[in-house]
């Protein structure tokens, strides 16, 4: 368990395709989605707020449910952004953190997004498996939308 994979704004990078990609080195397979190692490690703090919070650029917070404007509009857009497409919700992310801590919170990662032909986890911008599907993400057109008709997740 990586705690270093879950961002300040309570994105799992462990779901993100960027970072899926790069564990599976799909490139050498074949597939080309961009490399991530995760917000954290590679020092960014905050892909998606950093540039637009004091706070985070000056690493005042770990997580975005320290600050007292949580959970603000930047991130209340972002939220919605993520709900709509990509069945999760960060505000629901942090407040699970606050509440129950993070080995209880990737735990509960693993298997809401456990894939359903392996032990990983199937990536949160498409809904596919890295290590079993493959072929599937080399062929989809829209790498970052799932499948309307997919059912990937065990418990959604
Ligand atoms: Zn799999």
Redesign the pocket.
Do not use: A, L, R
């Given at each position: 368990m990586r705690e270093d994979l879950i961002a300040p704004c309570g994105m799992d990078c462990a779901l993100c395709s960027g970072y899926l990609a790069l564990k599976y080195r799909v490139k050498e397979k074949g597939l080309k989605v961009p490399y991530c190692m995760g917000c954290r490690p590679r020092g960014k703090q905050c892909a998606f707020l950093k540039k637009r919070c004091a706070l985070l650029a000056d690493e005042k917070v770990v997580f975005c449910y320290e600050c007292s404007e949580f959970p603000c509009e930047n991130l209340k857009r972002i939220d919605k952004r993520y709900q709509t497409l990509y069945r999760m919700s960060l505000v629901d992310n942090l407040n699970f953190i606050n509440k129950n801590g993070l080995a209880q919170f990737i735990a509960h990662q693993r298997t809401k997004w456990q894939?359903p032909?392996?032990s990983?986890v199937?990536c949160c911008h498409n809904g596919l498996?890295f290590?079993?599907?493959l072929e599937e993400l080399k062929h989809k057109k829209k790498m970052y939308r799932w499948d309307e008709k997919k059912q990937t997740q065990k418990n959604p």
């Open positions: 894939c032909d392996c990983e199937v498996c290590n079993c599907n």
